[in-house]
């Protein structure tokens, strides 16, 4: 950056503010101080600062191509090359593993399965820790950083815990997880041990975790790293600004993510919400949310919405109906209380997208199709691809429209799934109050063949599958 760019940065990062999402209250909050609702009104709470980024679409090209081939530890990370976009100063010590940067990649199979001309993914599974957690968690673990916290908190359903504690090791700070006991991947289990993070097995839900998180938040001496914290979404948003670029800043008609908390999705809609401001696009991509069956309290309240009315800002529902006891095998998205479903609602009703849900078997099928473009993610990733189907029959994606998912977890994330599926032998098990155990088919099966091991019995299994 010039030393004239960098001083007009610093200045954005000075005159920023926390700002309260409700409408009637509007309250604005110092970037230090230390709050994840909102104090007058419990309000969500949001970054708004003058964006200064300057230039026009080629010129954030050039930079981009810049700053990606430089060597500087800052300039190659996914979030902080983008920095002129951020609430933080200059001179901020970052705490960085190399996030973003991940790759779109199209995916043939899974388009024609969908019944669109073409689909392009991108693979948030492929940051360090396996999850699109890490751009949000670079920026989380800085503020905790500037702070001056010692100990940072999570609840998470996995892919938060390991993320969390791979930066707070990066940045010398206690990591302290509270993950609902039996309901976690081994995989991402692994992750938060390896990582040296305080790992407190608690007998409840995600959402009893949430609960004794907030209480935890204050402690002085303790920061939140959920998706509640909103500097999460700061970095999260440049996912965004990534998707443009990749683009070639042709504005995509449709983009779709899985809904769990909901931090994603707000933070999508926030960063391109902020490139039409900076008149760096010209209009907004749809975004639509999937959640899964069994936990989705947003896609619930969005078919009660009177779609004939104009959205706007002050016809959000006060409230939303939580689900006591979620039922999904995408444990990533096992969530019955989302935090940010009002930020993520008002970001799809000003796109004009939806909040939909997909089924168990619909998840499956549609993640075995992902496997089989070589390109792989955790199953809530595929909620995703399994939404763009059922939005492709219902006529809100159009066959010809240009439509991206997002996909948030690496395949490895839970590969008990992806052997009980091929094998023919998963099944969602019965729920605390109601629902049997539910047998999901292995339509698209692949398992493994026993065979002699001799060059015959080989050959002729090859020519079977043929
Ligand atoms: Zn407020």
Same mark, same amino acid.
């Given at each position: 950056?010039?030393?004239?760019?960098?001083?007009?940065?610093?200045?954005? %990062?000075? *005159?920023?503010?926390q700002?309260?999402?409700?409408? $009637?209250? !509007?309250?604005?909050? +110092? /970037?230090?101080?230390? =709050?994840?609702?909102?104090?007058?009104?419990?309000?969500?709470i949001?970054?708004?600062?003058?964006?200064?980024?300057?230039?026009?679409?080629?010129?954030?090209g050039?930079?981009?191509?810049?700053?990606?081939?430089?060597?500087?530890?800052?300039?190659?990370?996914?979030?902080?090359r983008?920095?002129?976009?951020l609430?933080?100063?200059?001179?901020?010590?970052?705490?960085?593993l190399?996030?973003?940067?991940?790759p779109?990649?199209?995916?043939?199979?899974?388009?024609?399965?969908?019944?669109?001309?073409?689909?392009?993914?991108?693979?948030?599974?492929?940051?360090?820790?396996?999850?699109?957690?890490?751009?949000?968690?670079?920026?989380?673990?800085?503020?905790?950083?500037?702070?001056?916290?010692?100990?940072?908190?999570? %609840?998470s *359903?996995?892919?938060?815990?390991?993320?969390?504690? $791979?930066? !707070?090791?990066?940045? +010398? /700070?206690?990591?302290? =997880?509270?993950?609902?006991?039996?309901?976690?991947?081994?995989?991402?289990?692994?992750?938060s041990?390896?990582?040296?993070?305080?790992?407190?097995?608690?007998?409840?839900?995600?959402?009893?975790?949430?609960?004794?998180?907030?209480?935890?938040?204050?402690?002085?001496?303790?920061?939140?790293?959920?998706?509640?914290?909103?500097?999460?979404?700061?970095?999260?948003?440049?996912?965004?600004?990534?998707?443009?670029?990749?683009?070639?800043?042709?504005?995509?008609?449709?983009?779709?993510?899985?809904?769990?908390?909901?931090?994603?999705?707000?933070?999508?809609?926030?960063?391109?919400?902020?490139?039409?401001?900076?008149?760096?696009?010209?209009?907004?991509?749809?975004?639509?949310?999937?959640?899964?069956?069994?936990?989705?309290?947003?896609?619930?309240?969005?078919?009660?919405?009177?779609?004939?009315?104009?959205?706007?800002?002050?016809?959000?529902?006060a409230?939303?109906?939580?689900?006591?006891?979620?039922?999904?095998?995408?444990?990533?998205?096992?969530?019955?209380a989302?935090?940010?479903?009002?930020?993520?609602?008002?970001?799809?009703?000003?796109?004009?997208?939806?909040?939909?849900?997909?089924?168990?078997?619909?998840?499956?099928?549609?993640?075995?199709?992902?496997?089989?473009?070589?390109?792989?993610?955790?199953?809530?990733?595929?909620?995703?691809?399994?939404?763009?189907?059922?939005?492709?029959?219902?006529?809100?994606?159009?066959?010809?429209?240009?439509?991206?998912?997002?996909?948030?977890?690496?395949?490895?994330?839970?590969?008990?799934?992806?052997?009980?599926?091929?094998?023919?032998?998963?099944?969602?098990?019965?729920?605390?109050?109601?629902?049997?155990?539910?047998?999901?088919?292995?339509?698209?099966?692949?398992?493994?063949?026993?065979?002699?091991?001799?060059?015959?019995?080989?050959?002729?299994?090859?020519?079977?599958?043929?």
């Open positions: 950056m010039t030393e004239k760019g960098a001083k007009t940065a610093e200045k954005a %990062a000075e *005159t920023a503010v700002r309260c999402i409700e409408p $009637a209250c !509007a309250g604005t909050f +110092g /970037l230090r101080e230390r =709050i994840y609702v909102c104090p007058r009104c419990g309000g969500s949001e970054l708004d600062g003058p964006l200064t980024a300057r230039g026009d679409a080629p010129h954030w050039h930079l981009g191509k810049r700053r990606r081939a430089s060597p500087g530890a800052r300039d190659r990370s996914g979030v902080w983008f920095r002129e976009m609430p933080f100063a200059d001179q901020t010590p970052f705490v960085t190399r996030e973003g940067n991940t779109l990649y199209d995916a043939p199979r899974s388009a024609h399965y969908c019944g669109l001309a073409a689909l392009r993914l991108k693979h948030q599974g492929m940051n360090p820790t396996g999850s699109f957690k890490d751009t949000g968690m670079s920026a989380a673990v800085t503020q905790a950083v500037v702070l001056g916290a010692r100990t940072v908190v999570c %609840a *359903t996995g892919n938060t815990a390991a993320s969390l504690a $791979a930066y !707070a090791a990066r940045a +010398g /700070l206690t990591a302290a =997880i509270l993950l609902p006991r039996g309901q976690i991947s081994a995989a991402k289990l692994a992750q041990m390896d990582y040296g993070a305080l790992v407190c097995e608690i007998d409840g839900n995600f959402d009893d975790g949430m609960r004794l998180i907030q209480e935890l938040g204050e402690d002085p001496a303790i920061y939140v790293a959920n998706s509640i914290n909103p500097f999460r979404i700061e970095g999260q948003k440049t996912v965004a600004f990534e998707i443009m670029e990749q683009c070639g800043w042709e504005v995509p008609d449709h983009v779709v993510v899985p809904g769990g908390n909901m931090g994603n999705s707000t933070a999508l809609g926030k960063g391109f919400q902020e490139l039409l401001d900076l008149g760096l696009i010209s209009r907004l991509p749809k975004l639509s949310v999937v959640q899964a069956e069994g936990s989705a309290p947003v896609a619930r309240l969005f078919a009660t919405l009177d779609s004939s009315r104009p959205p706007g800002d002050n016809s959000l529902p409230t939303m109906a939580p689900v006591s006891s979620p039922r999904t095998l995408a444990t990533a998205i096992k969530i019955g989302p935090v940010s479903w009002k930020k993520a609602l008002r970001a799809v009703l000003r796109s004009g997208g939806k909040v939909i849900a997909v089924s168990e078997q619909e998840i499956a099928d549609a993640k075995a199709m992902i496997g089989r473009d070589g390109i792989g993610c955790e199953p809530a990733s595929a909620t995703t691809v399994a939404g763009m189907k059922k939005l492709v029959a219902s006529g809100h994606i159009a066959r010809e429209e240009s439509a991206i998912g997002v996909l948030t977890g690496h395949v490895l994330k839970d590969p008990d799934y992806i052997s009980h599926y091929h094998r023919g032998t998963l099944s969602l098990d019965a729920g605390a109050n109601d629902g049997a155990a539910q047998p999901i088919a292995g339509t698209f099966r692949n398992a493994p063949e026993r065979v002699a091991a001799t060059r015959a019995a080989i050959l002729e299994i090859l020519e079977r599958r043929r």
